[in-house]
């Protein structure tokens, strides 16, 4: 899935048109593009203007926006990451009908300061490659690249490997022959030329711009005709009554005229086109519009000003002017104020003009480059799955697991609230064991609500009933009275119940430690039978990215066959949570350049993994900058498919795997989910201490997902 973002450097650059005619030229290329506006920033409860106009030109449906409304509360209480989320929510709905996604961006005003930092988040969080949209002045190239460098700036600057182009609108300056092109789709009107030569001059100061690093992949004329509003788009914004509608929905403000002096030395105004405004007790001007207009003359319209309207005899001697279809306004503003009231009107295309959205989506399409669409939808493109776009999955998909998790720290406050979302959010169908009233009495201590369908079991009711079964999975090992005993401890107890199959998985670490939470399930779960033995992995989830790490919590010092077993459960955890994965398997050298048992280790676990699973992009040993950084990866490891792009970690031992994880999450103010155990027979996972809630609710849709995709390879098997 390909997602292109559409950012503009500013106010009334075009960014509706350059959508619009975005998508009309992917299709001209036999591609169904999809269409999201994320965010809305209209104040009004109304509908969006370019999602609407997008239904009419692609006869396609799409997502309505979150409302401004939603979006300004959520970035003052601090819930960016929800927001995205959301947005993201958003993005999948349409994916699901579509390869290539087009998604516009908020516009920076003075008002919405917010919106180059969101639109930066955005990108990251849809995985999207970036095209800028920016007007543009042939005669000053300096002020239109210090406008777009302002804007590349939130994106990494130049050299981002997310900037796709920029494409230039409502370009002015060209030659009077380039700036008058017929509103047509012919692509050989395209101004290759003058496109050529601009880049030349952006270049004296910017080289990058019109450079392969950043290609130019449009240059759109300033129209007049298709720039202008409509005599009705008018009437809002200068408080205007009508006097007569007529054809105002099809008549075209091309230029306005003040009538102040005598109408002897104004006539010349009188021209198709033109809008006159005038002072309504200039009865002379009124019938100088009307003759003009029984002439055959199609003005614009008239708008006159100030006072009242003209008496009904006077509107009579305009009948014919009127029969004609010529608009005729008033507003009690003065003729200086409705002056400068319509040189303030937008240039955007209003909802329901779709005569106009559908010339300008085309006359945008034709001048839109067909060789860099082509190198777009046929470039190699590396997917990256976002935090963001992560969460969203994580919840989608085990809110469609439908699983039963146990949580046997059932009185511990963050896990009581965690337990309350899942529950109320279907993530997961939760079980608490703890006394109920110790549960109520936490929840209304901290002012949880507790769903009704909560389960709560106190485990002095069931512990009876798990003591022979446990003797029986545990033979030979534990007596009754050790059974009974172990029971008394939740997790023994709660494992129990994942080993009866009365649930899908369990969630503990609040309060215990790993060893507390894991030992019990090395005893009466066992490892699954592709496996021998049980690692772990985090999900690191970057700005840009989520990196998967391995092992960081279980084994000490795995030999190089144990080393090999935990790269491949660990791409396919990465698998199961949608990410592709490229395997790096870390170590203080790269390649043969150095020497020594810990880096043999990792090249012989290297080959052993690439032999069971050569379905899997495997390399090692490399180092960590080789690994996860382009440049480095090309220098280090030429050759290699991993280098430079991975994203699934191993580490060499417990101690490289802990140190680095904790040390990327602190400093870098990392998010981690995980432990994530694998390799067991049934979903056991640990949490850290200092787990907060959020925390919590990801590892219990984790190991929902887990416990769903065990279901899915049994099955497979089976068939």
Known sequence: MKTILLVPTGEGVGLTSACL??????????????????????????????????????????????????????????????????????????????????????????????????????????????IFISNADINHPDQTAEKLETQLRNFGGASSSRNAGVLFMRTRGLPADSAQIPVTIDPNLRLIHDTQKFAANLQKSHAYIGSAQLPIIGLVPFSDTLSVPRVSDLATHIQAAWINQGKAQHRRVLHSSLIASNIEHELHKFIAGELIISASDRIDVLLASSLASSNGIPLAGL???????????????????????????????????????????????????????????????????????????????????????????????????????????????????????????????????????????????????????????????IRENYVAQMVELRKGKINELQAREQLQDTVVLGTMMLALDQVDGLVSGAVHTTANTVRPAFQLIKTAPDYSLVSSVFFMLLPDEVYVYGDCAINPDPDAEQLAEIAIQSADSAKAFGIDPRIAMISYSTGTSGAGTEVEKVAKATEIAKLRRPDLLIDGPLQYDAAS??????????????????????????????????????????????????GLNKPVNDLSRGALVDDIVFTIALTAIQAEQQVEAKMHKAS
């Not at 290699?640 to 103010?669: E, M």
């Open 303 to 461: 708008v006159l000003t100030e006072h009242h309207e003209p008496n009904a005899l006077v509107l009579d001697f305009c009948q014919t002017a009127i029969k004609n279809g010529l608009p005729i306004l008033h507003t009690t503003l003065s003729t200086f104020e409705t002056a400068q009231q319509l040189s303030n009107l937008s240039n955007e295309i209003p909802v329901d003009d779709t005569e106009r959205a559908d010339q300008v989506t085309r006359f945008v399409s034709s001048h839109i480059d067909p060789d860099w669409l082509i190198q777009l939808l046929n470039g190699d493109y590396q997917p990256r799955l976002s935090p963001s776009a992560f969460r969203h999955e994580l919840v989608q998909k085990s809110i469609a697991a439908k699983k039963r998790i146990v949580l046997p720290e059932g009185d511990e406050p963050r896990t009581i609230q965690a337990a309350a979302i899942c529950q109320s959010r279907g993530i997961a169908q939760c079980i608490l064991l703890a006394k109920p009233e110790a549960v109520i009495e936490v929840a209304k201590a901290r002012n949880i609500e507790l769903p009704f369908d909560l389960e709560i079991i106190d485990p002095d009711l």
């Open 21 to 130: 005619g975005l998508v009309y030229a992917l299709e001209c290329q036999g591609v169904k593009a999809g269409f999201v506006k994320p965010f809305s920033q209209e104040v009004k409860a109304e509908a969006d203007r370019t999602t609407a106009l997008y239904r009419h030109i692609s006869k396609s449906d799409t997502v309505e926006p979150i409302s401004f409304a939603k979006m300004t509360q959520q970035l003052n209480a601090g819930e960016t990451d929800e927001l995205l989320e959301e947005a993201v929510s958003l993005h999948r709905q349409v994916a699901k009908q579509h390869d290539i996604i087009i998604v516009e961006g908020l516009v920076p005003t003075a008002r919405d300061s917010f919106a180059s930092n969101l639109n930066a988040s955005l990108a990251q969080a849809l995985d999207a490659k970036v």
């Open 629 to 678: 950084v382009e440049s480095v990866g090309k220098s280090k490891a030429p050759d290699s498919k991993v280098a430079g792009r991975a994203n699934v970690f191993i580490f060499p031992d417990l101690n490289t795997g802990n140190t680095t994880y904790k040390a990327v999450q602190r400093s870098a103010n990392v998010v981690s989910v995980g432990p994530m155990l694998q």
